[in-house]
């Protein structure tokens, strides 16, 4: 199980909050946040920066992983739907499938279109987006 100090780091180095170290009672920098994270991603994975391909797909499926990978998905999550609310041109072309939800995994285009679709995610958080462009 992830700490929920991690948690909130993630959460808040990903909406550019500021982050105090209290060992040093001062703000930490960008990049002071980003080894930070690396760290821990390292941490919770049991890898380090000489690890092989074969021991990365093997920890990649540890428990470990898969809690420090779902608080990111969850990021990404929140901030791509952040990220294109109020955006009226996005709005205007773009339609939001959630299988989730019950919505089938169809696009019908009524005329010559350039069309993408793309998944953003996998499993159980399925998130389709299709663009139009007349």
Do not use: P
Not at 89 to 107: M, R, S
């Amino acid at each position: 199980m992830l700490d929920v100090a991690v948690k909130n780091l993630l959460f808040d180095a990903a909406n550019g909050i500021e982050i105090f170290d209290t060992e040093n009672d001062r703000v930490m920098t960008k990049s002071e946040v980003d080894a930070k994270i690396k760290e821990l991603c390292f941490q919770y994975t049991g890898l380090n920066e000489k690890s092989t391909d074969k021991e990365i797909k093997r920890a990649l499926k540890s428990e470990g992983a898969r809690d420090f990978f779902a608080v990111i998905e969850e990021i990404i999550e929140v901030k791509v739907q952040q990220g294109l609310e109020g955006i009226d041109v996005f709005n205007k072309y773009v339609e939001e499938i959630n299988l989730a939800d019950g919505d089938i995994n169809e696009f019908w285009v009524e005329k010559e279109t350039f069309l993408q679709v793309e998944k953003v995610s996998g499993s159980h958080h399925d998130f389709w987006k299709r663009i139009r462009v007349a």
